[in-house]
T-cell receptor, first 114, second 115 residues
Framework: GAVVSQHPSWVICKSGTSVKIECRSLDFQATTMFWYRQFPKQSLMLMATSNEGSKATYEQGVEKDKFLINHASLTLSTLTVTSAHPEDSSFYICSAKWREYAQYFGPGTRLTVT | AQTVTQSQPEMSVQEAETVTLSCTYD???????LFWYKQPPSRQMILVIRQEAYKQQNATENRFSVNFQKAAKSFSLKISDSQLGDAAMYFC????????????FGGGTRLMVKP
């Protein structure tokens, strides 16, 4: 149980375009999901907390107009990187809150902006 | 704000031996959760073990156990009978009770297992 999927696993896009990343909880309902960014050989940095049916809460320094988060159902949250630039290239990971004490993570999405 | 520190960027252990990864944290809360996550080369984050701060007993999951010292704000992970598949990045994480369930991660420790 507690499986989280992400799609796509790897995406390459041109500078200036937008890309959407999906995060799904496959066998449980997740009222809260989280989006992280991870640079090579570094730890995970929380970008935003996504709550089903309400606006996402962004961490300080994260541009909410650039990283659009939608949590339209109890099993799906999406992250859209708008007008992507090479500096947005990174590994993006989502997680879903399961019960009160654990987060389960998706396999991550590698974004490369050319 | 809570901080989590992993002072060992890299550790190495011989297969079948035991290794301990260190983690310290800073918090003013009395009730919280602590976690160890493993990130292998696939980059999939895997929950290894968790500890509730109100429990005095150290958590154990098969070959993985923790040494939780609440007063010292220390939370180390012991891996017994190390296996090649244990090679990965290990992240210590903190979750407070009033933090909207968000996790604060340490910088990570890269564990290498020698055959």
């Amino acid at each position: 149980g507690a499986v989280v999927s992400q799609h796509p696993s790897w995406v390459i896009c041109k500078s200036g375009t937008s890309v959407k990343i999906e995060c799904r909880s496959l066998d449980f309902q997740a009222t809260t999901m989280f989006w992280y960014r991870q640079f090579p050989k570094q730890s995970l940095m929380l970008m935003a907390t996504s709550n089903e049916g309400s606006k996402a809460t962004y961490e300080q320094g994260v541009e909410k107009d650039k990283f659009l988060i939608n949590h339209a159902s109890l099993t799906l949250s999406t992250l859209t990187v708008t007008s992507a630039h090479p500096e947005d290239s990174s590994f993006y990971i989502c997680s879903a809150k399961w019960r009160e004490y654990a987060q389960y993570f998706g396999p991550g999405t590698r974004l490369t902006v050319t | 704000a809570q901080t989590v520190t992993q002072s060992q960027p890299e550790m190495s252990v011989q297969e079948a031996e035991t290794v301990t990864l260190s983690c310290t944290y800073d918090t003013s809360e009395s009730d919280y959760y602590l976690f160890w996550y493993k990130q292998p080369p696939s980059r999939q984050m895997i929950l290894v073990i968790r500890q509730e701060a109100y429990k005095q007993q150290n958590a154990t999951e098969n070959r993985f156990s923790v040494n939780f010292q609440k007063a010292a704000k220390s939370f180390s992970l012991k891996i017994s009978d190390s296996q090649l598949g244990d090679a990965a990045m290990y992240f210590c994480a903190y979750r407070g009770n009033n933090a909207g369930n968000m996790l604060t991660f340490g910088g990570g420790t890269r564990l290498m297992v020698k055959p």
